[in-house]
């Protein structure tokens, strides 16, 4: 007799419950991936609000485009050299009329060579992609202007200028005295030939002194022989306290000794005031200064020969070793920007002034640029 046997009613049905369990599990797993690719998918799609700063093409102003040259001097020898000067641009996506997805400031995020920034940060809201092209412009022409009379008077150039009253500013001492297109003439009984004569005159008077303006009026600038009017006020303090102001804003308008032409499209903005005075310094002046190497860039100029502060210096740093300098000059007040972001192969130069700038390009020519200053924490301008 056989030994019963024991029995589960349930036992056939164990197999299709896990079956479909395992079926249910695939469902929802199967699911979530789509609901997570279609998530993914959108963001790759949706507009974000954000800006991305990258690496963006770097000019040499000692060359050409296009086969013109960047910088054309007239009325004036040049020499040729065999190194470049290049200013560096940052590529900007994420503004006005060209937006940026959630995939790309992702990857923008994860690139050591760019920097994603909220849109309100970078761009004043409801401004338009024309308006800010006619800004950049605008801040172009000025930077090669000042670029230009800073290179030259460099050289020795006596370079006369014209100042015009733009508007007298809110509290000004000579607020309703001045119109718009009125040119300054004397300070003091002093000429004033140049935006330095009339600065250093204002730094050597004591903040509430009465000074007196000498100006021609708007319209009788052209006459042959002009009326010069005058008038007094006391001065107000200079904002870091020593010397004096006037609250007069002004125009400048050069009477340059030499024709410089600058050619570059599809650049704005002040930041290559610095290498372009630079690449004409280097045009006028005899022998090869850069001597083979290739030195990038970048900073504001102003009429005092200043070197300023510009944005996106990290993204510049990339560009130019991409495109093979060995050495970069960078506004001294950009150092802290600097430090901690320099890619290999590439030796950051500090400098304040024109002056620092090309001194360094002379020493990095001929190879002594062991003791130029790099950027340190805290560095500042003496």
């Known amino acids: 007799m056989n030994a019963p046997q024991d029995h589960n009613p349930f036992a056939g049905a164990q197999p299709t419950q896990v079956r479909e369990r395992s079926s249910n599990r695939s469902r929802t797993l199967g699911i979530s991936s789509i609901v997570v690719f279609l998530v993914l998918a959108g963001l790759m799609i949706v507009p974000a609000p954000y800006v991305i700063k990258s690496p963006g093409p770097t000019h040499d102003t000692l060359g050409s485009a296009n086969a013109q040259d960047l910088i054309t001097v007239n009325d004036s020898q040049t020499y040729e050299a065999t190194g470049q000067l290049r200013l560096t641009t940052v590529g900007v996506s994420g503004g006005p009329g060209y937006p940026v997805n959630f995939g790309q400031v992702l990857r923008g995020w994860f690139a050591k060579d760019s920097a994603v920034q909220p849109r309100e940060a970078v761009y004043p809201e409801n401004v338009t992609q024309e308006q800010i092209e006619q800004m950049n412009q605008a801040e172009m022409a000025t930077s090669q202007e000042q670029a230009t009379y800073s290179a030259l008077k460099l050289l020795g150039y006596d370079v006369k200028t014209q100042l015009n009253v733009s508007m007298t500013l809110e509290g000004s001492p000579f607020e309703g005295q001045l ?25 050597t008077i004591p903040a509430g002194s009465d000074v007196t303006l000498g100006y021609i009026e708007a319209d009788q600038v052209d006459s042959e022989n002009p009326e010069i009017h005058e008038i007094s006020a006391a001065s107000s303090a200079n904002e870091d306290g020593t010397g004096s102001r006037l609250g007069i804003a002004l125009n400048l308008d050069f009477d340059f000794p030499v024709s410089v032409d600058i050619t570059i499209d599809r650049i704005g903005g ?18 090869d200064q850069t001597n083979g190497q290739i030195i990038a860039g970048t900073g504001t100029m102003d009429t005092s020969g200043d070197v300023g ?10 560009g130019a070793v991409r495109d093979g300098a060995t050495h970069f000059l960078a506004p001294i007040d950009n150092c802290d ?35 130029l200053p790099t950027c340190t924490a805290g560095a500042t301008r003496q």
Do not use: C
């Not at 502060?309 to 990339?318: D, H």
């Open 179 to 203: 119109e718009e297109g009125d040119v300054l003439s004397t300070l003091n009984g002093s000429t004033i030939t140049s935006y330095e004569d009339l600065i250093s005159l204002l730094d």
């Open 270 to 287: 002040p930041s290559a005031g610095m290498m372009f005075a630079l690449g004409m310094i280097e045009r006028l002046t005899e022998g």
């Open 309 to 318: 502060s510009i944005g996106g210096i990290q993204q510049k740093l990339y």
């Open 337 to 371: 920007e600097v430090i901690g972001h320099v890619p290999d192969g590439l030796r950051v130069v500090a400098v304040a002034t024109l002056d620092e700038a090309w001194d360094a390009v002379q020493k990095i020519g001929v190879g002594d640029d062991e003791d």
